[in-house]
């Protein structure tokens, strides 16, 4: 009996050890390192010349990337990864990364970010789309784009916000009028 009794307690005691490592352990160790990498990246952006900052980004890369994914459930992990990918010129694969982050959290920063490495593999369709989505979301982002892009961008999000208005009038009752707009409206 009590070797049962032991091999219990043990069992309990590995999955304890098991429950802190996994939920405690690894994302704080992910946060530490996403701040590290964060911090890193953005000098990288702002203060570095392209030879340097590549460099950088490659120690960035291999630094995240040492951190197990799984505990990082933050939409900052796919972020990091898409803009060190960018300094690198890995477009393509800051897309795929910049995809991962939408699946986690619709942010306007990432349609932009997406818009802007589309846009940098000539497929100005889809980077306009997400420039869309983008500056529906936040309007200041569309100050961020250049001359015929932003006007073209601009063109969509009127488009889409006229359709918009389109679907809600149509729902309305037949013969009911729209309400008077109030004060606070």
């Known amino acids: 009996m009590n070797r049962v009794v032991l091999l219990v307690r043990a069992i309990a005691v590995v999955a304890g050890a098991a429950a802190i490592y996994w939920f405690c352990i690894l994302p704080v160790r992910c946060a530490h390192t996403i701040r590290i990498v ?12 392209e030879w340097l ?12 990337q040492s951190v197990d ?12 990864l898409a803009a060190n990918a960018t300094l690198l010129g890995r477009r393509d694969e800051a897309v795929q990364h910049l995809d991962e982050a939408l ?8 349609y932009f970010n997406r818009g802007s490495a589309l846009l940098a593999l000539g497929r100005i369709d889809e980077a306009v789309r997400d ?6 979301f936040d309007s200041g982002l569309l100050t961020e784009i250049d001359g ?14 006229a359709e918009r208005e389109r679907a809600r009038t149509s729902r309305r009752p037949h013969g009911e009028k729209a309400a008077a707009p109030t004060e606070n409206n």
């Open 103 to 110: 699946r986690l959290d619709n942010r306007p920063e990432v």
């Open 148 to 161: 015929n892009l932003r006007d073209r961008v601009a063109k969509v999000v009127v488009d889409k916000a």
């Open 38 to 49: 964060e911090t890193s990246t953005q000098q990288a952006f702002d203060h570095m010349p």
């Open 131 to 136: 420039f869309a989505i983008a500056v529906d």
């Open 69 to 80: 994914s799984r505990a990082c459930c933050d939409v900052d992990y796919p972020l990091l």
């Open 53 to 64: 900052a590549a460099r950088t980004a490659r120690r960035n890369l291999q630094l995240i």
